[in-house]
């Protein structure tokens, strides 16, 4: 039986890998440690196979910008991770795995134009989020051996039942509105489970590197907005001949970029030799809305 700690109590993904691991009592033995004051540095390290750290600032789209909150992301996601790494390798503990993010490539798909990240792109941050989380990973490698193996996720948007972040925002416009704009575009996203399961093959394996799981396959925002509003009883009319509205309304919010443009992972980048997507695109929107 593998034993596993999950730093970041609470966390959405944390609590949803929990649950997935549940499913098999009799190979995996969860804790989860919350991370919010001090007291998780008496917590004993020792005995656990893997630690899954994902306590972190995360959906604060105000304060990413801030570079007055710099000094608190770097010392919550980037020292704190660190921190967590070195007392985990000190104690023993073989496999560190850190929930990174899609934000250290720092770029954006400009409406009309499509973006692709393949394995030589390189980091280039642009927030708070993306620079301490590249930070993190930075630290993180120095720490990394033979015997201390480094798992890092870069997952794109992740949604599921009881998610937060754009996918809401998105749902909410399709229980809302009676007309979306049609556009042609392609976005990486990746299912709660398809990610926990992922992570539970890379427990598994002790696999180590760099990871960018992502769906198996792409979702077109119009698309989506379509199937949440079908799945929640409306019916909503897909109407074309708008990009000229959103490239004006683009000028004043970055949410017409992260939600029309096309930024997608290279299928290649995120393939693992264990298929990790349990639900295809359509499942997963059914379970996260119904």
Excluded at 44 to 64: M, N, T
Excluded at 144 to 150: K, P, Q, S, V, W
Excluded at 199 to 228: K, W
Aim: aromatic share 8%.
């Amino acid at each position: 039986m593998k034993r596993i700690l999950i730093t970041g109590a609470g966390s959405y993904i944390g609590t949803s890998v929990e649950r997935h691991l549940s499913r098999w009592p009799d190979q995996y033995q969860v804790d989860a440690l919350s991370m919010v004051d001090g007291t998780w540095r008496e917590h004993s390290f020792r005995g656990y196979d893997a630690v899954l750290h994902v306590a972190g600032i995360v959906h604060q789209s105000k304060s990413k910008n801030d570079p007055n909150q710099k000094e608190l992301y770097d010392r919550v996601n980037t020292r704190l991770a660190i921190e967590t790494a070195r007392k985990a390798k000190d104690e023993g503990v073989g496999q560190f795995l850190f929930m990174s993010t899609a934000g250290v490539y720092g770029l954006t798909a400009p409406l009309g134009k499509t973006v692709m990240v393949t394995a030589d792109t390189p980091l280039a941050p642009r927030d708070n989020y993306g620079i301490s989380k590249a930070r993190a990973e930075e630290g993180l490698s120095r720490l990394a051996d033979d015997g201390f193996r480094l798992a890092i996720l870069r997952p794109p948007l992740v949604y599921g039942k009881g998610c937060k972040g754009n996918y809401v925002t998105l749902a909410k416009l399709a229980k809302k509105l009676p007309v979306f704009p049609k556009v042609d575009n392609r976005r990486s996203m990746l299912y709660i489970e398809n990610l926990a399961e992922c992570i539970r093959l890379l427990i598994d394996d002790r696999a180590s590197g760099v990871f960018c799981p992502q769906n198996a396959e792409y979702v077109n925002t119009s698309e989506l907005v379509s199937r949440i509003a079908h799945l929640n009883g409306r019916g909503i009319l897909l109407v074309g001949g708008f990009t000229w509205a959103l490239k004006l309304l683009r000028l004043g919010t970055d949410m017409v970029d992260k939600a029309f443009g096309s930024w997608c992972y290279d299928p290649l980048l995120s393939r693992y030799p264990k298929d990790y997507c349990l639900k295809t695109y359509e499942e997963s929107i059914a379970e996260t809305e119904l």
